[in-house]
């Protein structure tokens, strides 16, 4: 029964009750028929929300998947910064000592540097 029919079944039945016409055998069957609409207008909101929770659950998996790509990303990032000071280090070291003579003290200085780099690496990793 569509909504046309539906309240056309109401109004008749308002002008019939109206007109004290004894109904009561026919009440119980008039007022299950009007309470159908409601039923199928609760299902079709149910199966709305039901389409609305599946899209967003992918939605969802696309978004995780996306962050956990994004973290790889950032990592590969900070791995890739590390090993660029790791070079940058060593280039200043061996150019100290090329012009300066500071072999011993340029060379702590990077071995410290290094583990420093390395300890910061291993900690990103284990995140």
Known sequence: ????????????????????FELSWLKLHVKSVLGM????????VVKRLEEN???????????EMEAKTLKTKVIEAKVGK???RRTIVSRLGATAE??????ST????????????????TAERHK
């Not at 599946?54 to 939605?59: Q, R, V």
């Open 53 to 63: 929770v599946t899209t967003l659950e992918k939605i969802l998996a696309i978004l």
């Open 82 to 84: 590390v090993a660029h």
């Open 37 to 44: 609409k409601t039923c199928v207008e609760k299902v079709l």
């Open 98 to 103: 090329r012009q300066f003579g500071f072999d």
């Open 1 to 20: 029964m569509d909504d046309d029919a539906c309240n056309h079944l109401q109004t008749l039945w308002e002008v019939l009750e109206t007109c004290g």
């Open 106 to 121: 340029v060379s702590r200085l990077g071995a410290t540097a290094e583990r420093h780099l390395s300890a910061a690496t």
